[in-house]
């Protein structure tokens, strides 16, 4: 049959056989619109026989496979080291794919009205369609592993292809060489896995716990959680919280020890970030990270002795998928969250916000300058490197150890949001005889959050003396700039002020007494003890323009 005689408007139909791409013939009167059915299901069937192909023979260099993650296009490609990586898909690359898989066809006539077609291209407005409502039939992965994990299933993944159950794409690295794993591991596969992980990979960082009461079973628990997770992340369905890795000094190990759970996972160092110093920043590079992909994200040397508060950061931890503008983008992205979240630094403390979203991972060398004067029994991060093969099999041993026990849950109590990522954590750790799992989260929020002391010494202060009376003292309602000649006369919340000129200082404080209404603080009141205060919604003075805080005591 000879197609440019029998050509129709819109995708004409080609057998398989003549291995001929179809013909989409564009006019006026065929809208992109129009259709748009029909390329769609190209996309559709051109993305899967490629994910067939790239299953049985691997990625060559120049595919490209559309996919579906969450809601939006991106696309499984080899990067430049030959490892096979997901990537946004913008309209750009939907262009070029409509380009391969179809031949455009455009009619034309010349001046004596005789019919000849053109070669064209995708209309772009077409494939800004596809972007805006991308077909959900098209394989759905939303990140890409590159050691063996557990899969919902309740079996490990350790073939290289799509398992569409867990919008998953595994690729195990080629440098991995896996023995094979006991079905039912033994007391001795348990016991000399562990003792790789947490003697010869760990066992010289100096893990201690805060105050008389606590040992550092639980710092070395959450060190090893940390570890695992990103074997056993498909099956926690949930967020999971950030690892506070705090130190009292410099070069204590915290950020090497936050960088193996990347060489062990994924055979590479992990792209360290620092603390951005705006939430408008923190938004756009936690945006950034999640686009990327990455099994980790490490928020590293967090200035010494600051106070973490992000509302950015609070979402991301709880939000399975996180939705962000994308710069350059009309629509906003939702990005698959199942990466390990960590902060470092020294002394730092968190938000009552944020403190019931971390677990620490606390370790002092109770030295001046560790850095000079102590000693690894393997020189670290090189050992983990050139024995990754072996620890990830150490992780996998005690996750086959835990399916085997059939997979029992923590019985402890849960930290709260997290509850599936305590139950599956510290089942882990049950049956791999680690103890210590969440036993240092009442003391880990008591030395982090010095936010709650802070605001419990200011309204102490405002408290006692709006009971002292005479013509300078503050009533029990002010404006923020009476509240803040408090602050400056008896330095209060300098954190939360700041440090910029007054005025600036003013709506700080202003913003976060705001941020502050309603909530019940306990503060010591001189000739009462102990009383429960709460500043109430302000009302606003008309005269002056500004809103004014009310500070009650709360009848318990």
Not at 163 to 179: A, F, G, M, N
Not at 382 to 408: D, H, I, K, Y
């Amino acid at each position: 049959m000879d197609s440019k005689q029998n050509v129709v408007e819109g995708v004409e139909s080609v057998s398989a056989e003549a291995e001929l791409r179809p013909r989409v013939v564009l006019s006026d009167r065929k809208q992109p619109s129009e259709i748009k059915r029909e390329i769609v299901q190209l996309l559709v069937d051109t993305s899967e026989a490629k994910l067939r192909r790239t299953s049985d023979a691997g990625v060559r260099a120049g595919d490209r496979v559309l996919v579906c993650r969450r809601g939006g296009f991106a696309q499984l490609q080899l990067s430049d080291e030959g490892q096979i990586e997901l990537s946004p898909a913008a309209v750009t690359h939907i262009l070029s794919e409509l380009t391969d898989v179809a031949e455009w066809i455009v009619p034309k006539k010349d001046r004596k009205g005789q019919a000849y077609e053109v070669a064209g291209k995708p209309p772009k407005d077409l494939a800004e369609q596809i972007e805006a409502n991308p077909p959900h039939t098209l394989p759905r992965i939303d990140t890409v592993v590159r050691m063996p994990v557990l899969g919902s299933a309740g079996r490990i993944y350790a073939i290289d292809g799509h398992y569409p159950d867990d919008r998953l794409w595994v690729q195990i690295d080629s440098r991995l060489e896996l023995p094979s794993l006991p079905i039912r591991p033994s007391a001795e596969h348990i016991n000399a896995a562990r003792s790789l992980i947490m003697d010869e990979l760990m066992g010289d960082f100096p893990f201690a716990g805060v105050g008389e009461k606590q040992g550092p079973e639980a710092e070395k628990a959450h060190a090893l959680c940390a570890i695992l997770q990103p074997f056993v992340r498909p099956i926690i369905d949930g967020p999971t919280p950030a690892y506070h890795y705090d130190a009292p000094t410099i070069g204590s190990g915290k950020s090497l020890l936050s960088r193996l759970v990347n060489i062990i996972a994924e055979g590479q160092e992990p792209s360290m970030q620092g603390w951005p110093t705006s939430e408008e920043e923190r938004q756009k590079v936690i945006a950034s990270k999640l686009i990327g992909d990455p099994k980790l994200i490490v928020f590293d040397n967090i200035p010494d002795g600051s106070t973490v508060d992000s509302s950015a950061l609070a979402v991301a931890l709880t939000a399975p998928i996180y939705e962000a503008r994308i710069l350059g983008r009309s629509v906003n992205q939702r990005l698959p969250n199942t990466c390990v979240w960590a902060l470092t630094g020294n002394n730092i403390g968190v938000s009552q916000e944020l403190a019931r979203r971390v677990v620490r991972v606390r370790i002092d060398a109770e030295m001046a300058e560790p850095w000079t004067n102590r000693e690894f029994r393997h020189e670290l991060p090189t050992w983990a490197f050139e024995n990754r093969s072996e620890l990830v099999s150490a992780c996998l041993v005690l996750v086959q150890a835990w399916v085997a026990a059939g997979m029992p849950k923590w019985s402890g109590e849960a930290l709260g949001t997290f509850e599936a990522w305590s139950e599956t954590m510290g089942g882990i750790l049950g049956v791999a005889g680690v103890p210590g799992f969440l036993g240092n989260l009442e003391d880990a929020r008591a030395v982090a959050d010095v936010g709650t002391s802070e605001w419990v010494e200011f309204l102490s202060t405002w408290l006692s003396t709006s009971k002292q009376g005479g013509e300078d003292a503050i009533g029990d309602k002010a404006k923020a700039k009476r509240l803040m000649q408090l602050c400056t006369d008896n330095d209060l919340l300098e954190d939360v002020r700041g440090e910029g000129g007054e005025r600036s200082q003013i709506t700080r404080l202003g913003l976060a007494l705001r941020g502050q209404l309603g909530r019940v603080y306990q503060v010591e009141s001189e000739g009462e003890g102990t009383v429960a205060v709460r500043i109430v919604r302000p009302s606003f003075d008309k005269h002056a323009k500004s809103h004014v805080f009310k500070l009650e005591e709360v009848n318990r």
